[in-house]
T-cell receptor, first 115, second 112 residues
Framework: ETGVTQSPTHLIKTRGQQVTLRCSSQ?????VSWYQQALGQGPQFIFQ???????GRGNFPPRFSGLQFPNYSSELNVNALELDDSALYLC??????????????FGEGSRLTVL | LAKTTQPISMDSYEGQEVNITCSHN???????ITWYQQFPSQGPRFIIQ???TKVTNEVASLFIPADRKSSTLSLPRVSLSDTAVYYC?????????????FGKGTKLSVKP
């Protein structure tokens, strides 16, 4: 158990819809990052939040957005869903101290299917 | 960004030692090497991290030669439950995780 929980575990949406995925970080962690993992591929970095501000972003369009709350929980929002957005979405929490981010603790993921 | 190259798959038998090598020719001075393990439909799990020479913990050892252009994850006496995908990551862990790139990983299959 990593102490990182994600919801929902599975969901089905149709093309064009919007989705919100949620993540509760491990207690004491101040950083959360989101990854997209397509079938058979490694996780791809979407973005990272540190103290409620985005401080890093991968090669994903603006329709992927996020929030980090004061309690360090987080949301990933995806607008105008496309078929290729079907994937496992992983949340990882970590503790950043003096510019160094340690071990990533991943949740079990949210499996999104876009029809 | 440091790119890594690993074998796509490996097979082993229970009780054997497994060594998975990762190449990272353009590793930067301030980059660390980290290995994660992932089971199907689960998030990756941290195994071990190192900068140079050898690091050992309760589950694995990590060997890093002096030039740091490769690293080898060693799993002693594997069991069926070690069947998983293993990812080698290279990055400096400073601030954003955007420089941590997961490749396709190495799919390890342990047979009885």
């Amino acid at each position: 158990e990593t102490g990182v929980t994600q919801s929902p575990t599975h969901l089905i949406k149709t093309r064009g819809q919007q989705v919100t995925l949620r993540c509760s970080s491990q207690s004491g962690h101040n950083t959360v990052s989101w990854y997209q993992q397509a079938l058979g591929q490694g996780p791809q970095f979407i973005f990272q939040y540190y103290r409620e501000e985005e401080n890093g972003r991968g090669n994903f369009p603006p329709r992927f957005s996020g929030l980090q709350f004061p309690n360090y929980s987080s949301e990933l929002n995806v607008n105008a869903l496309e078929l290729d957005d079907s994937a496992l979405y992983l949340c990882a929490s970590s503790l950043e101290v003096r510019g160094y981010t340690g071990e990533l603790f991943f949740g079990e993921g949210s499996r999104l299917t876009v029809l | 960004l440091a790119k890594t190259t690993q074998p796509i798959s490996m097979d082993s038998y229970e009780g054997q030692e497994v060594n998975i090598t990762c190449s990272h020719n353009n590793i930067a001075t301030n980059d660390y090497i980290t290995w994660y393990q992932q089971f199907p439909s689960q998030g990756p799990r941290f195994i071990i991290q190192g900068y140079k020479t050898k690091v050992t913990n309760e589950v694995a050892s990590l060997f890093i030669p002096a030039d740091r252009k490769s690293s080898t994850l060693s799993l002693p006496r594997v069991s069926l439950s070690d069947t998983a995908v293993y990812y080698c990551l290279v990055g400096n862990y400073g601030g954003s995780q955007g420089n941590l790139i997961f490749g396709k990983g190495t799919k390890l299959s342990v047979k009885p």
